[in-house]
């Protein structure tokens, strides 16, 4: 396991299960630890679906065994397994029995566990102010110790996983310098533990989708190429599709649409199940490029699918943007009524944004509608609207959204000076 031979180990391990179940002899802690293993092993491969029964055998075994170890290692896999299928609800339950149970742990460490899963449970529901306070006061108490028994016990370094949500939190709070460095800090954490699956979780959740939402393509283009060295030299097919998908949004920001949808498409078929908890950005690029690609009610259709999984899952934190995209594809698609439909998605957004404290959405959405009042001769409101929110910012000016932020900014004292 600890090699990141996840198939090969899950193999030995179906076998061990088999040849124990046939023997005459029960041994219920040897199963548990089995169940446990197989659990971890089953995470990252392409059978991640099979993951909660495994979880689930081991938590019942613990319980009964009143194992407390192997219950807060299952705990927190179900936690994994359910966040990945976008359960955040369920999720969120298990973090607070997390917390429950790691409190009477005396390891001080260990009682951070439930801090992080509650952090990121929060984060995706999408309310970012509460995922902020949980991760920073497991950045603030973590104790510095050795990362291998937590690598063993939970297949990942915790402290990385603890800076990923901080840097992504960070971003979605109109922080993307900062959110940057939180990321390029994980990724170094992740190399000096020097384990496989560590790093890829930094690269894939936080370094590749933060460089490309700052429209850092040169970062972007550095860190996809990591994640999918280290993802197929280690036989990691779930982070193996992911960069790919990565590397199609790269040729669809750098404008090559015809080499990057098919790209794009092809990870997240490969994905299946597994599309659900990522970074939002790289997941509307495809409604947005089959938009750009003249494809829009294709586009539409996307759109909507992915704003009826949010509803259906409460899996929140991208709603705004999502929101945003439909304005935007609604404005494409034109019509009669297309103007009044995409203001009123993207005040929709603005409001979304505004509530769950996510500034770089609201000023996606305002810099939305503060475009479409320009075109309708309102350049005035459209001013009024956008400058609040971009005055909000205290760095990132050199990103690409506040970049074009200014741009547009600058044209409306323009046209103001010309009259």
């Known amino acids: 396991m600890q090699l990141s031979l996840l198939e090969e180990c899950r193999g030995r391990l179906e076998k061990a299960l088999a040849a124990l179940r046939a023997g005459a002899n029960e041994d219920a802690r040897t199963e548990m630890k089995l169940h446990a293993a197989l659990a971890a092993s089953l995470r990252y491969t392409s059978a991640i679906s099979e993951t909660g029964a495994a979880w689930t055998n081991t938590l019942v075994i613990a319980e009964r065994l009143e194992d407390p170890e192997y219950q807060l290692r299952a705990l927190w896999g179900l936690w994994l397994f359910h966040t990945t299928g976008a359960r955040h609800r369920v999720a969120l339950g298990l973090a607070q029995r997390l917390c429950t149970l790691a409190e009477r742990w005396p390891d001080p460490s260990d009682r951070l566990i439930g801090e992080r899963a509650m952090s990121v449970s929060q984060h995706y529901l999408g309310d970012q102010s509460k995922a902020r306070c949980h991760i920073e006061r497991v950045l603030a108490d973590a104790v510095i110790a050795d990362a ?17 949500f901080f840097a992504r939190i960070l971003w979605l709070q109109g922080f993307p310098d900062a959110a940057m460095r939180a990321a390029e800090r994980s990724v170094e954490d992740a190399r000096a533990a020097n384990h496989a699956i560590s790093l890829c979780y930094a690269l894939f959740l936080a370094a590749c989708p933060i460089a490309l939402s700052n429209g850092d393509l040169v970062a972007a283009e550095h860190y996809v190429s990591m994640l999918l060295d280290h993802s197929t030299r280690f036989a990691l097919t779930f982070w193996a599709a992911r960069g790919r998908s990565y590397q199609g949004a790269i040729s669809i920001e750098r404008g090559d649409i015809g080499n990057g949808l098919p790209l794009l498409r ?35 259709t996307a759109i909507e699918q992915a704003i009826n999984h949010s509803e259906n899952t409460e899996e929140r934190w991208m709603v705004a943007e999502m929101l945003r995209v439909k304005g935007e594809l609604l404005l494409l698609q034109g019509g009669p009524t297309a103007a009044a439909a995409a203001e009123d998605h993207f005040r929709q957004a603005l409001d979304w944004a505004a509530r769950q404290g996510a500034l770089s959405w609201e000023l996606r959405a305002a810099m939305s509608l503060a475009g479409l009042l320009r075109d309708q001769g309102r350049s005035a409101d459209a001013m009024t609207l956008l400058q609040p929110v971009y005055d909000r910012f205290t760095e990132g000016f050199d990103t690409a959204d506040l970049t074009k932020a200014k741009l547009l900014l600058d044209s409306f004292s323009l046209r103001r000076r010309v009259r």
């Open 148 to 164: 291998k028994p937590h690598l063993i016990r939970f297949q990942i370094d915790l402290g990385v996983m603890a800076r990923v």
């Open 266 to 300: 092809a990870g997240f078929d490969q994905l299946g199940e597994a599309r659900s908890a990522v970074f939002g950005r790289i997941e509307l690029l495809l409604p947005e490029a089959l938009g750009r690609a003249g494809q829009i009610a294709e586009g539409l």
